[in-house]
C-alpha cells in the first residue's frame, strides 16, 4: 500500500483481530446426532461471486492471493458505526463484535509469470462487502483481522503491512466449491456497543410461497447427544408479524452464555432445537415453518436468544 493510502487507515492492535470474527469452516464438522441418518445434510455448496483480489506475501517471501467473494448464505454482521468501530479497538475489554465468515481451503495456483502461488478464498455477505469496500477504516480492519483469520486457521505468518488490492483483477486462479452450515442456522451476536432490546431486531426475510416447490430438508440435523445432565431453559414462543408474514418468534433465556458462537441451533418444518454446554431445548410447534428463512439473534446484554421463522401454514 502507498503511504497516502494508510494515513486513511486506523492502527489496529493485531492481537484483537482474532476476537472479532466467526470462523466458519469450509467442510462440515463431524458430531454425534440424535437421528442418525446419512441422508442428512450439515452444509451446503454454494458457487460465490467474486469480489476483489489482495496480494500480499509469506514469512518465505512467497506470494499469496485472497479472493475476497460474497454469498448471501453468509450473514451479516451487527450494522455498527464508525465511532462504534473505533471504540470496540480501543478498548482493553474482549469484544462480542463478530464478522460471520467463510475461509475456504488453500488452493495451489500460478502466478502471472508462472510461478507457483496459493490463494485463499474468504467468504462474506454482500452487505458488509459493500460496506467495507466503501470505508476505509471498516475496509483496513476486515483486511488485517482476515488475514490475522487465515494465520491462525492454517499456522502460517502473513505480511499484515504490505498487503495490496489488484487494481484489475477481481480473483485468482479457480474457485474450488464452498461448503457452508445451512441446515443451522448461525446465530448473530448483538455486541454491547449499544443496549438492544427486541423490538430492535430486524424482520425476517420473506417467506416462500405455499405453492412453493417442497424441499428435501432434514427436520432436525446434529444436535450433540453428550451424556451430560442438562437443563430446560426459561422460554416464551409467540407470533407476530412482519410486512403481512406470520412469524414464529422464540425467546429463550441463556443466563450463562456469553457468546453466540457456542449455541447450537437447529430448525425444521415444526421443531425448534437449541442447545448448549449446559442447556437443551426441544418443541414441537404446531406449524409449518419456512425454516430456509430462519434468523436466530443472541443478545448478549440480556443473554436472551431470539429465534424468528416465517410460518408457511398452521
Excluded at 436466530?296 to 410460518?311: C, D, E, G, M, N
Aim: with cysteine; hydrophobic share 35%; charged share 30%.
Amino acid at each position: 500500500m502507498s503511504d497516502k493510502k494508510k494515513a486513511n487507515f486506523l492502527d489496529i492492535d493485531d492481537s484483537i483481530m482474532k476476537k472479532q470474527l466467526l470462523l466458519e469452516g469450509t467442510e462440515p464438522r463431524e458430531l454425534q446426532t440424535l437421528f442418525p441418518d446419512p441422508s442428512l445434510e450439515r452444509a451446503a455448496v454454494i458457487k460465490p461471486k467474486v469480489g476483489l483480489c489482495v496480494k500480499t506475501r509469506d514469512e518465505e517471501k512467497n506470494k499469496v492471493f485472497i479472493n475476497v467473494c460474497t454469498s448471501d448464505a453468509i450473514p451479516t454482521p451487527e450494522d455498527i458505526s464508525d465511532e462504534e468501530l473505533i471504540s470496540i479497538l480501543e478498548s482493553e475489554e474482549p469484544s462480542d463484535f463478530r464478522v460471520p465468515m467463510s475461509i475456504g481451503q488453500p488452493h495451489h495456483e500460478k502466478d502471472k509469470s508462472g510461478e507457483s502461488c496459493v490463494a485463499y478464498d474468504v467468504v462474506i455477505s454482500p452487505e458488509f462487502f459493500s460496506k467495507m469496500t466503501n470505508n476505509p477504516l471498516f475496509n483496513n480492519f476486515f483486511m488485517v483481522a482476515t488475514l490475522e483469520g487465515i494465520e491462525e486457521k492454517y499456522s502460517l505468518r502473513l505480511d499484515k503491512n504490505g498487503w495490496t488490492v489488484l487494481k484489475n483483477k477481481k480473483y485468482h486462479g479457480t474457485m474450488p466449491e464452498q461448503a457452508v452450515r445451512t441446515t443451522m442456522p448461525l446465530v448473530q451476536e448483538l455486541s454491547k456497543v449499544r443496549h438492544w432490546e427486541t423490538k430492535d431486531l430486524p424482520g425476517p426475510s420473506k417467506a416462500k410461497s405455499e405453492t412453493s416447490p417442497a424441499t428435501n430438508k432434514p427436520l432436525i440435523s446434529e444436535v450433540s447427544s453428550k451424556k451430560i445432565q442438562k437443563v430446560k431453559p426459561k422460554f416464551v414462543l409467540e407470533k407476530i408479524g412482519f410486512e403481512e408474514i406470520t412469524t414464529l418468534q422464540a425467546k429463550v433465556e441463556l443466563p450463562e452464555m456469553i457468546s453466540g458462537q457456542d449455541i447450537d441451533v437447529a430448525v425444521g418444518e415444526d421443531r425448534l432445537v437449541v442447545e448448549t454446554r449446559k442447556s437443551f431445548f426441544d418443541v414441537f410447534v404446531p406449524h409449518k415453518m419456512d425454516n430456509e428463512s430462519a434468523d436466530a439473534y443472541f443478545i448478549t446484554s440480556t443473554k436472551v436468544l431470539i429465534i424468528r421463522v416465517p410460518v408457511l401454514s398452521s
